[in-house]
C-alpha cells in the first residue's frame, strides 16, 4: 500500500490567493482527518469525515477554510483566499474504526 | 485548558540513559491513548498503544492511570535515534475515532 498520498509537497502563495490541497487517503480506510501543526499550537484537527461524511468542522479556523470529500479516495481542503497566519504544515490522515492514524507526509504551506 | 498537556521539554539525555515523559488528559470519557513519535519535518508515526495494565516493546513501556488521568512513557537505554518529538495522544468517545494529540514532549539524545 502507497500509504496516504498528499500533494503538493510544498507550497509557496502570495496573500490573497486560493490554495488546495489534495489528499488520498489508504483504501479501505473509513475516516479522514485534516490537521494543521505549527510551533505555537502544535497539531490541531481541522475537520474529520466519516464515510465520505463531515462530521466535526469545528476545528476549521474560519470561513476562508473549506474542506470536501467527493468520494472515498480523495479529499481537498481549500483556503481561499490565503494569508500569511495560514502558513503551516497541513496533515491527512487516514484510519479504519479503532485502529491507529496513518498520516500523509503532510504540505508545507507558505503565504507570503 | 488543552484536553491532552504534555512537558514540552527538551530532555537532553547520554546515550544509555532511560527518560520518563509524563501527560495528562482532561476529558475522562476519553476511551483509549496512544503514544506518536514525530521526527523533524516528518509526519507523526504511531509508537505504541496505552493500556490501563501498562504495556512494554521492547526499550518502551507505555502506562496509564485512568483515576489520576495520568499517561506515562518511559524509554530505557536511549539511543541516538529515539531523538524525535513524543506525542501523547488521546481517542475520544462518541462514535468516531477522534484523536486529540498532545503539543509533544522534545527528546534529544547525545553520545
Known amino acids: 500500500d502507497a500509504g496516504v498520498i498528499q500533494s503538493p509537497r510544498h507550497e509557496v502563495t502570495e496573500m490573497g490567493q486560493e490554495v488546495t490541497l489534495r489528499c488520498k487517503p489508504i483504501?479501505?480506510?473509513?475516516?479522514l482527518f485534516w490537521y494543521r501543526q505549527t510551533m505555537m499550537r502544535g497539531l490541531e484537527l481541522l475537520i474529520y469525515?466519516?464515510?465520505?461524511?463531515?462530521?466535526?468542522d469545528s476545528g476549521m479556523p474560519e470561513d476562508r477554510f473549506s474542506a470536501k470529500m467527493p468520494n472515498a479516495s480523495f479529499s481537498t481542503l481549500k483556503i481561499q483566499p490565503s494569508e500569511p497566519r495560514d502558513s503551516a504544515v497541513y496533515f491527512c490522515?487516514?484510519?479504519?474504526?479503532?485502529?491507529?492514524?496513518?498520516f500523509g507526509s503532510g504540505t508545507r504551506l507558505t503565504v507570503v | 485548558r488543552k484536553e491532552v498537556e504534555q512537558d514540552p521539554g527538551p530532555f537532553n539525555v547520554p546515550e544509555g540513559a532511560t527518560v520518563a515523559f509524563n501527560c495528562t488528559y482532561s476529558?475522562?470519557?476519553?476511551?483509549?491513548f496512544f503514544w506518536y513519535r514525530q521526527d523533524c519535518r516528518k509526519e507523526p508515526k504511531l509508537l505504541m498503544s496505552?493500556?490501563?495494565s501498562g504495556n512494554e516493546d521492547g526499550r518502551f513501556t507505555a502506562q496509564l492511570n485512568r483515576a489520576s488521568q495520568y499517561i506515562s512513557l518511559l524509554i530505557r537505554d536511549s539511543k541516538l535515534s529515539d531523538s524525535a518529538t513524543y506525542l501523547c495522544v488521546a481517542l475520544l468517545s462518541g462514535g468516531y475515532n477522534k484523536l486529540i494529540f498532545g503539543a509533544g514532549t522534545r527528546l534529544a539524545v547525545h553520545p
Open positions: 476529558n475522562s470519557a476519553s476511551q483509549s
Open positions: 490522515a487516514s484510519s479504519l474504526a479503532e485502529k491507529g492514524y496513518t
Open positions: 483504501s479501505g480506510h473509513n475516516s
Open positions: 469525515f466519516n464515510n465520505n461524511v463531515p462530521i466535526d
Open positions: 496505552v493500556y490501563s
